[in-house]
């Protein structure tokens, strides 16, 4: 069963897929912003799982124990889940600021209102 | 030599450590004050280490005292050196220049503002110093955000929507960067460049090496604004505050440059790099049509400031053309180039920003006859548009001359013919403000403006005149430019 056995793996493919998915087609920026948190959080899992040895224990030294995971990989992404909560605060700050600004949080209907603006 | 290696990381630290104090500082002078002073001082220390490094040396400092490649390891040599210059360098001439300007465009908080000035130039030069792979992406992320905030101070509200669509290409950008680092270290288990450099090549080639080097230079040609990645560039560098534009240009896409010519050269090796993929004909394709969709839009624009930004996509263009051609004399052109662009879109977007500020609009409309009301500022950017063509004797020239040569040295003629085409195309933009601020008479209803005070013209002259100092004498910028591509080919073989 080595399909199941990279279990992990396909569910950052699908998670990485659905964020980026909805990134690109929402014209809801809130939407937007999801997706962007789901394709980021596909990628925490992504470097989690490299980090796992199979059969080791949680990274804290102690008696009796021989085999450790990686513990790397999860300070890497305590690091990455601070700058992905950051982005999702200045994407949320520009969200509100673009709904006092134009009435409205839809790119589509934001683009109907600044013909002029793709040139 | 010891004491540089121990200044150096200073050069990130100093703007990074003023940030925060400078959101606490009240007013409007100390602010300035500050960002200035630690970007001057930052100077320094960039020019002291570029000296220390222009023979070949690699300073190496290790983050608190943990040895690489276990801790954080400031590697630099003449690349960093040299790209850390030309920000500092930039940075510390446009903000003498900037500040009545910001004062009209951000009267309010500007504590805040300059503290996000200092926290994005501080990623920059983060990203162009440090020897540590996710370093790299934090740092990216940090300049980033910064920049996302500061682009959305501008006065239009078109600015927020700028921002917002610059943050969604941005982190998408970002996001693959750090995608392809997950690679790097599950391949390797290690995430120093150095160590990286040496592990790599006796990796077994697999599929993931490739995934990971695609994801790392798609990833940073979103931030490059390599065409057809370029959306976010010209909305952002229109409707963000006319000092952010200028630094922007002068910088931001220098750097994302930078950090894929380290990745494409020195963390992969090039044996590598260009034959895994096929990137050499990729960004070959990718630097021709930037170069003739962005000077094909900038001469459509009506907005001065958006007729610049859609210019820099075609300079990036000429920048990755000499990538594209896998020579050493290529990568020295295209280190060249950045610097010398730098230089020259600094001095134009900080004439445009003179106009912007005191004309009050940039729309090329209303600068009718205005080179007779303004002939100091109008000069300078005809000047410095002299530069972005390639006439003689300004650095823009001996970058394309450099340019024109790698090419020819290739045996690609054609290439030389299309460099000469989009060079007509940069003559025909640069030549349309020029006719219609100085040839034709300002209408009568028009408001009355005035030239900018003497304090502001002299920045902008001072690299007017760096433009045509290194059209001149290059012992810098090619003595830079070449050391620097050295450094990163580090005497492997190029295939």
Partial sequence: ?119 | MSSITELMPFIVLIPLIAGPICALLPGRALPWLLTTVSMATAFVLSAMTLAAVFDGVTLSYAFGNWAPPVGIEYRVDAANAFVALLITGVASVLLPWGRPIVDAEVPERQGSFYALLLIALAGLLGITLTGDVFNVFVFLEISSLATYGLIAHGRDRRALLAAFRYLIMGTVGATFLLIGIAFLYILTGTLNMADLATRLPSTEASRAMQVALGFIVVGLAIKLALFPLHHWLPNAYTYAPSLISALLAATATKVALYVMLRFIYDVFEPGYSFTALPLSAALMVMALGGMFAGSWLAMMQTNLKRMLAYSSVAQVGYMVLGVSLVTLAGLTAAFLHLFNHGLMKAALFASAGLVAWRCGSVRLEDMRGIGREMPWTLTAFALAGVSLIGIPPTAGFISKWYLISAAMEDGQIWLVVLILITSLMALVYIARVVEIAWLQPRPDDAPAVQEAHWTLLVPVWLLVAANFWFGIDTRLTVGGASMAAEALVGGRLLP
């Avoid at chain 1, 199941?4 to 964020?19: H, R, T």
Wanted: hydrophobic share 55%; proline share 3%; glycine share 10%.
């Fill in chain 1, 1 to 119: 069963m080595t399909v199941l056995s990279f279990f992990n793996y396909w569910a950052v493919i699908v998670l990485m897929m659905i964020g980026y998915y909805c990134m690109i087609v929402r014209g809801n920026m809130i939407k937007k912003i999801i997706g962007l948190g789901i394709f980021q959080t596909s990628v925490f899992i992504l470097f989690i799982s490299a980090g796992k040895v199979i059969g080791g224990a949680t990274p804290v030294l102690r008696e009796g124990v021989d085999v450790y995971s990686n513990p790397l990989p999860h300070v890497l992404i305590l690091t990455a889940i601070v700058v992905g909560i950051a982005t999702t605060a200045v994407g949320l700050a520009l969200t509100v600021r673009i709904r006092e600004a134009y009435g409205s949080i839809d790119d589509d209907a934001i683009d109907a209102v600044e013909g002029d603006d793709r040139a």
